[in-house]
Nanobody, 114 residues
Framework: QVQLVESGGGLVQAGGSLRLSCAVSGAPFSVYTIGWYRQAPGKQRDVVAFIRTDGSTIYTDSVKGRFTISRDNAKNAVYLQMNGLKPEDTAVYSC????????WGQGTQVTVSS
């Protein structure tokens, strides 16, 4: 069964930066499109960015130019560099493939203060 472990979240002031990491095990990581999702309180979980097997990337409009997704197939890991953070970026961030596996990791909390 696939296991997903996210880390790197925290509390940061608006305009600050964080780098999230996600370690994936139990699945052939390199063959999947992998994404970062986020869920704010009271809202549904949405895809923030994803990276295909060829390294191409897609971002939701609200994070374009501020977030960068990357992957390291040798380490079965995906990363999300977040710059210029805004209070509206506050959420629990999780990684998963697209379409998602049924199980999720614990996620990592990102809180941006104004």
């Amino acid at each position: 069964q696939v296991q997903l472990v996210e880390s790197g979240g925290g509390l940061v002031q608006a305009g600050g930066s964080l780098r999230l990491s996600c370690a994936v095990s139990g699945a052939p990581f390199s063959v999947y499109t992998i994404g970062w999702y986020r869920q704010a309180p009271g809202k549904q979980r949405d895809v923030v960015a994803f990276i295909r097997t060829d390294g191409s990337t897609i971002y939701t409009d609200s994070v374009k130019g501020r977030f960068t997704i990357s992957r390291d197939n040798a380490k079965n890991a995906v990363y999300l560099q977040m710059n210029g953070l805004k209070p509206e970026d506050t959420a629990v961030y999780s990684c998963n493939r697209l379409p998602n596996w049924s199980n999720w990791g614990q996620g990592t909390q990102v809180t941006v203060s104004s």
